[in-house]
């Protein structure tokens, strides 16, 4: 899960100057959990990303960026699994636990 998380902050949250981490990793672990309610609702896995914009998402439209790898993932675990474990809250965690480190990845990205 961890490297979910990588790969989705660096893909989807590029670090504004007006956010906190807090409110980044919020967006994140959003983001997690409408894919995650997706794959709940039964939603075909090539039409989550329209089907959670539709739904007019309350986070920045860069955090978007993140449903397709975000959904990849979740959609090879077992719906079972999935209805005793909130992926969004986990997320959100490993992004606040893991912050210093996806910024530095970050950056060292956009040198490159």
Same mark, same amino acid.
């Given at each position: 899960?961890?490297?979910? /998380?990588? &790969? =989705?902050?660096?893909?989807? &949250?590029?670090?504004? /100057?007006?956010?906190? #981490? +807090?409110?980044?990793? #919020? !967006?994140?672990?959003? %983001?997690?959990?409408?894919? $995650?309610? &997706?794959? *709940?609702?039964?939603? @075909?896995?090539? +039409? %989550?990303?329209?089907?959670?914009?539709?739904?007019?998402?309350?986070?920045?439209? =860069? !955090?978007?960026?993140?449903?397709?790898?975000?959904?990849?993932?979740? !959609?090879?675990? #077992?719906?079972?699994?999935? #209805?005793?474990?909130? *992926?969004?809250?986990?997320?959100?965690?490993?992004? *606040?636990?893991?912050?210093?480190?996806? $910024? /530095?990845?970050?950056?060292?990205? @956009?040198?490159?």
């Amino acid at each position: 899960m961890i490297r979910i /998380a990588f &790969a =989705a902050a660096l893909l989807a &949250a590029p670090a504004y /100057a007006s956010e906190t #981490k +807090e409110q980044s990793c #919020k !967006y994140q672990g959003q %983001v997690m959990a409408a894919v $995650q309610q &997706a794959r *709940l609702d039964r939603v @075909k896995q090539e +039409e %989550v990303e329209q089907v959670i914009l539709d739904s007019e998402p309350e986070w920045p439209d =860069a !955090y978007s960026n993140a449903i397709p790898q975000l959904a990849s993932h979740v !959609y090879t675990l #077992k719906r079972r699994d999935l #209805k005793t474990t909130d *992926l969004g809250a986990l997320f959100e965690e490993q992004c *606040l636990q893991n912050w210093d480190q996806i $910024q /530095a990845m970050q950056k060292q990205l @956009k040198s490159n």
